[in-house]
Structure formats: structure tokens, C-alpha cells
């Protein structure tokens, strides 16, 4: 981890999905006065601006298409929950880029930075006085055209049945070394960021963030036997599916793809990573608590 250096002129590039949310158009309003309160340029897309002046009314002046590169802004302002954070990742790619994740959505794990924080923010921003977190991500390799356009993923890969179908197998090998055939409705790879997603629904372990490893939890196993676990980040994890349907789903973060059910493909740690901006003070063991509620106990109310 390190901090954003102090600038005195900056650029932002802001990104939102195209979704209409509850009192945004006054929440954005406000955002949109801090930034010039604080000399902050910024651009948006123009099919995001295109939204903005559809949906709420509010005319862009600075919509452009700009290349999202360190060259040309100091970092990508998220505007959403941690789907629209996560979406950026197809935005920056292996720019380095920094993204800040401003949640006005519900849990908020990659996007933790609350509405009533913004001002604080955005003043760190300015002053240099927020951290830079380097969050790994998983590379998948196949024959898989649709996937080798972009075969990335922050929070994790995931392989399992269509629709009803009966449960698919899915046979595993690190570094070449057989591990085991998951009879089950799928298989999930998780990176210690998406560790607090569809994994732990599925009964795997948080990972702290910069741990090295990866969860791998099956979905609804059909040995009680199997469980989730933990496996170093510079393994190769080598995949093959078969089943009775025809085609399985596979996604990355929120991609999904349809593909035969005798598919073959592998995964190991990407080569760059997705750098994340964060409040300075903010821990991972804080974040949990917030958003898991973990030792909340009415006891401790009085």
C-alpha cells in the first residue's frame, strides 16, 4: 500500500452505470459542487452524460470519450455499488489507473466509500492523503474467443449448470497434480477481493486483501465431504467440465458466457493488477465489521 501523491491540478475521470437510483440527481449535484469547491476537473463519457440529461435532467459539460489512462486523468471516480465498481475494470484494464469507489448502493466492499464521505474524500484526494491498494486479479486461458477478449476477473470465476439441470462435474488440477472432480452446481475460483462475494454465500473463508491465495468453493456440492479451499496465487488451476446438459455458464465478475459443457481451461494469477484508492485509516477488519455486522450483539448497546 501506498499514498497518491499531492497534485495541484486534477483531472477525473467519473463512471456510473445507466441505472436510476433514489435522490441520486441531488447526491450528484452536491458531488459535482465539491469537485469545483475543490478545483478538481473531471469528464464523463458521453453515453453516461447521455443518461444523465435523459433521466434526471442534468446537462454535462464536460462529456468527452478521453482515453481512461494515467496520462490523462489521476484516477476513475465510480459512482454506484461494487457492480459498477467492478465494471471498471473493463474501463482501466492494465492502465494502472486508479479507481475510487463512492457506494450508493447497499454493502459496498470494493465501493466503501459512503455519500456522507465524499467531501472527506475527495479533499484526501486532492491533498495526497489517501492509499493506493494493488488488488490481484485472475487471468483464465482458453479457445474461448468471447473470453480471450478480455479474460480477466477482480472478484471471481465461476463455472456451473444452466438453469434446472442436473449438477456437472468439474475436474481439477494444480500445477498438473490432479486435486479433485467437484460433483456439484459449480465451481467457484475467488480472489481475495470477491472473497466477501457469491464465495462466502457459498461457505467460503473471507481473504484479506494482499494474502496471496484464492478461494476455490464448490456450489452445493454433492459430497458433504468437499469443502472450500485455499490455494497460493502463483498456482496454475487447471479445469475440465462435463455434464448432461449441453453448455454450462461460465462468468467473470458480472460476464457470463455460455459454453460447451466439455470445456478445458486454466487459471492463474493475472499479470497486472487493479489499483484501488482508499481512505486513509480504512481497514479491511473495519469493513467487514460495517457491512457483516460482525459482533453486533444488542449486550453491547447498553
Not at 34 to 60: H, P, V, W
Not at 119 to 125: D, G, K, M, V
Not at 207 to 234: C, E, W, Y
Not at 287 to 296: C, D, E, S, V, Y
Amino acid at each position: 500500500m501506498y499514498t497518491l501523491k499531492k497534485r495541484s491540478n486534477m483531472k477525473v475521470a467519473l463512471y456510473g452505470r445507466p441505472i436510476k437510483t433514489k435522490n441520486f440527481k441531488a447526491f450528484y449535484q452536491n458531488f459535482i459542487s465539491i469537485l469545483d469547491r475543490q478545483n478538481i476537473e473531471y469528464e464523463l463519457s458521453k453515453s453516461y452524460g447521455a443518461f444523465l440529461k435523459e433521466t434526471y435532467d442534468i446537462t454535462c459539460d464536460s462529456c468527452t470519450d478521453s482515453s481512461l489512462t494515467p496520462r490523462n486523468f489521476s484516477c476513475l471516480i465510480s459512482l454506484g455499488g461494487d457492480g459498477t465498481a467492478l465494471d471498471t475494470l473493463l474501463l482501466v484494464k492494465d492502465s494502472g489507473l486508479p479507481v475510487m469507489g463512492v457506494n450508493l448502493g447497499r454493502l459496498g466492499f470494493l465501493a466503501n466509500i459512503q455519500m456522507n464521505e465524499v467531501e472527506e474524500a475527495l479533499i484526501a484526494l486532492k491533498e495526497g492523503k489517501t492509499n493506493i491498494e494493488k488488488r490481484v486479479l485472475l487471468k483464465i486461458e482458453s479457445d474461448i474467443d468471447e473470453i480471450n477478449a478480455f479474460p480477466y476477473a477482480l472478484n471471481d470465476f465461476v463455472v456451473q449448470k444452466r438453469d434446472t439441470s442436473a449438477m456437472i462435474t468439474v475436474k481439477t488440477h494444480l500445477n498438473g497434480h490432479f486435486l479433485n472432480n467437484y460433483w456439484a452446481d459449480g465451481l467457484i475460483v475467488a480472489t481475495p477481493t470477491g472473497s466477501s462475494g457469491y464465495s462466502l454465500s457459498c461457505g467460503g473463508p473471507l481473504i484479506f486483501p494482499g494474502s496471496k491465495s484464492f478461494a476455490i468453493t464448490p456450489i452445493a456440492a454433492h459430497n458433504l465431504t468437499v469443502r472450500p479451499i485455499v490455494i497460493p496465487d502463483l498456482t496454475v488451476l487447471e479445469i475440465e467440465t462435463s455434464g448432461r446438459a449441453d453448455t454450462v455458464l461460465i462468468t467473470l465478475d458480472s460476464r457470463s458466457f455460455i459454453v460447451p459443457a466439455n470445456t478445458k481451461l486454466s487459471l492463474k494469477q493475472a499479470e497486472f493488477n487493479f489499483t484501488m484508492i482508499q481512505l486513509s485509516g480504512t481497514t479491511y477488519m473495519e469493513t467487514i465489521r460495517n457491512k457483516l455486522l460482525w459482533g453486533a450483539d444488542r449486550r453491547d448497546e447498553g
